[in-house]
């Protein structure tokens, strides 16, 4: 029998960093469930603490901007029927990440957010060495 192989949590978290406006973020469905709560949850904590989420932490997308990066997924999530988006969605920076654990303050949420900052420190290390390279 084979061993099944699985991904670990920080290749997991790379593949949900996308680049908006020059910023590299996590959207806040993937946070939700990398944190383990709902998205309805952790926009509805956010939305209480928002003092806590400057722009550099928070960016809440245009709707073509949520258009674009729906199209791009390879995984493409439906509402139920008869459901609405009553919000943009939200795309958190590295720092915003961060805050959002906090104000969770979930087990998960907080053991987590240890591998979402690896996995931006990672990526600014890889744009780093591209940048070199180019050089």
Do not use: C, W
Not at 21 to 29: E, G, K, N, T, Y
Not at 43 to 62: G, I, M
Not at 63 to 81: C, D, G, N, P
Not at 101 to 110: E, H
Request: hydrophobic share 45%; aromatic share 6%; no cysteine.
């Amino acid at each position: 029998m084979r061993a099944r192989k699985t991904s670990s949590p920080l290749s997991t978290i790379e593949s949900v960093i996308h680049t908006i406006r020059s910023d590299r973020v996590i959207l806040d469905a993937d946070l939700a469930k990398i944190y383990g709560v709902e998205t309805r949850v952790l926009n509805q904590a956010v939305r209480r603490n928002r003092e806590k989420f400057p722009p550099d932490f928070l960016l809440e997308l245009t709707a073509v901007e949520a258009e674009i990066l729906r199209r791009s997924r390879s995984q493409i999530v439906t509402l139920k029927r008869g459901g609405n988006v009553k919000f943009a969605p939200f795309a958190f920076t590295e720092h915003g990440a961060i805050m959002a654990a906090n104000i969770l303050n979930s087990p998960q949420a907080v053991q987590m957010s240890v591998f979402v900052v690896r996995a931006f420190v990672k990526m600014r290390g890889l744009l780093t060495d591209t940048r070199e390279l180019a050089k």
